[in-house]
Structure formats: C-alpha cells, structure tokens
C-alpha cells in the first residue's frame, strides 16, 4: 500500500485494486498476506503514523472478512510502528512483521506480548535511509545471527513466546551483493535459533546485479528478475526457510511445492 516500493509501488494502492491483488495472491497459493504502508526499499522517505494507518486499515479490514465461500488467509502488517501495530491487529491482522526487529518503538514489543500475535525479528544495519550507503561486517554470519540471538532473548524477556517468533537475516537490508550471496549460503546456520526462518529475496536488486550480464536489469528491473527470484527461493526452502517473502506467487508455490516434494522422497 505505497506509492514508492521498489518493485511494485503504486499498483494496487486504491482498497478495492488492494483487496482483489489479496485474493489474487491467496488463490495463486499464498498462505499469508503481507500488507505495508511505508516503504523500506533503500532511501525510502519516513511516513507518519496517520497516513500509514489511512493506507492499511481499511485493507486489511476488508481482506480479514475475505469473500463470502472463501477463507481468510492470515494476515501480517510489515510496521515499525506500535500505534500502526495495535490497530492493524484490531482490524483482523495476526502477525507482526518488523524490520527493526522491536528497536525503533519501544511500545512495540508490550503490543505484540497483549494480542498474542506472530512476531518477525529481522536483521537491518542502520535504516532504510541509510542501509546501503556503506555496509560492513566483519562476519556476516557470525553477526546476523548473533544480533537475532539478542533479540530473541530481549522479546521472551518482554513475555514473549518462542512459538510466537519467527527471524528473518534481512536480505537487502544493509548488505552487499556478497553479503546476500554468504547469507544465503550459510541460512542453515540460522534454524540453531530454534523460531522459524523467513527469507525475502524476491525480485531484489542483488539478483539482477548477479545476472546482469543475461536476464537481470536488461530485463526491465525488478520485474525481470522471476527466474533468479525462483533460484534463491528453491535454495532458500531446500536450506530450511519456513517462510518465503514472494511477489510472483503462483510461481514461486510451484517452486516451493517441488522443493517440498523432492526432500519428501528423501
């Protein structure tokens, strides 16, 4: 629900544009739909909690009642806010999905441990603002995972539940290409968490920096990074990702459902 997200910003910003692409989404096999008022591609502008709630109440109301016949998928709200938390998950929303991982609102955490909801922990350097100007690590691994390690142990001091998180390594969000590649490669190291590991990559800029010599940005940009997108989604699955973050969802289910069938033939 922004006008400026890097990939798919403006398409569906009007409720009804909004609830059809939600239920788009869920015939083409998604189990959760993630609904964001701010955008946190690289350099995005700050959104006031007004506005942000102005654009994803009245969604995520309507998509919570779902169609007469058809079941409503859960739902969860991408904020850093509390306020925009609280209300969205009055409004029909399950999940909370924050990419500060419960830094940038203090009230955040006491908001999620009231409702009961889901909550993803995620790894950022800096912000959206800043992430990518200079990012720098001395251990990629090592420091990702030890920073969702603190944070799992800040929300459960908090009364959070294990069963209640999920993490995610924060692709994009501060990273080189290298970066992404070395998280990617090592995302197993992650499931020793213990929560559920959620994993985006879909049509990100490292994918068409790793193609662009074939498909990727001479494709169009972000749209055109479906196949690479479709690679980082099966390796993620096949590592243990419980959770992908797609755009291309018919697609990335029969990816998905492929990796899952192989490894039961195990």
Known sequence: MTPDSFSDGGKYLGVDAAFGRGREMV???ADIVDIGG???RPGAAAVSVDEELRRVLPVIKRLADGEPGERAQPISIDTTKAVVAEKSLVAGACIINDISALRFDPRMVDVVRDAGAGMVLMHMQGTPQTMQQSPRYDDVIAEVRSFLAERIAFAESRGLRKAQIA??????FGKT??????????????RSLGCPVVVGTSR???????????SGERAGGADGRLWGTAATVAWAVAQGARVVRVHDVAEMSDVV???EAIQQAR
């Open 257 to 259: 459902r492929l990796v």
């Open 167 to 172: 993490v995610d390594p924060g692709i994009g």
């Open 38 to 40: 701010e955008s946190t």
């Open 204 to 214: 990100k800029s490292f994918i068409g920096k790793v193609l662009a010599d074939r």
């Open 27 to 29: 015939r083409a096999g």
């Open 177 to 190: 290409v290298e970066h992404n590649l070395q998280l990617l490669a090592h995302l197993g190291e992650f």
